[in-house]
């Protein structure tokens, strides 16, 4: 039994990288799905695409620069026993901008500068740098 299962995505995204694998695959949810289009429009990831009927298969295909993964770092900040909410002027920069950070929001899932701009606050679900 999976108790975080964003937690696990990023660790198996984490790990793939730090091997260099071309791509990494993972039990689909809506959630992880919000999370890997994220990473594709901030340009961490190539591509991603779901496969499978009944129990469908996230797959994210890596992107590196020369022998170099493009995620530096992942980290999980709210996590089912500590869930942390900030409002839309609390939301942190990662790196001093170098980096996203992923808002659940009302509006969905979305960066934490999209929740910046839009002027909503959610539950900080992770760093990407």
């Given at each position: ?13 984490r ?8 791509e990494?695959?993972?039990p ?5 799905e919000?999370?890997?289009k ?12 779901v ?9 994210l ?10 995620i ?7 996590r089912?026993?500590?869930r ?14 170098m980096?996203t ?22 539950e ?6």
């Open positions: 039994m999976m108790n975080d299962p964003v937690a696990d995505m990023l660790t198996r995204v790990n793939a990288s730090r091997a260099l694998l071309p990494v695959a993972m689909h949810s809506a959630m992880k919000s999370i890997a994220i990473l594709k429009r901030e340009g961490y990831i190539a591509g991603f695409n496969s499978g009927d009944v129990k469908k298969t996230l797959k295909e890596l992107k590196y620069q020369g022998r170099q993964p493009v530096e770092g992942l980290q999980r900040v709210s089912p026993g500590l942390r909410y900030v409002g839309s002027t609390e939301i942190p920069r990662v790196r001093n901008g980096g950070a992923v808002v659940s929001t009302s509006r969905g899932i979305i960066s934490g500068q999209d929740a910046r701009r839009q002027k909503v606050g959610g900080l679900v992770c760093y990407i740098w």
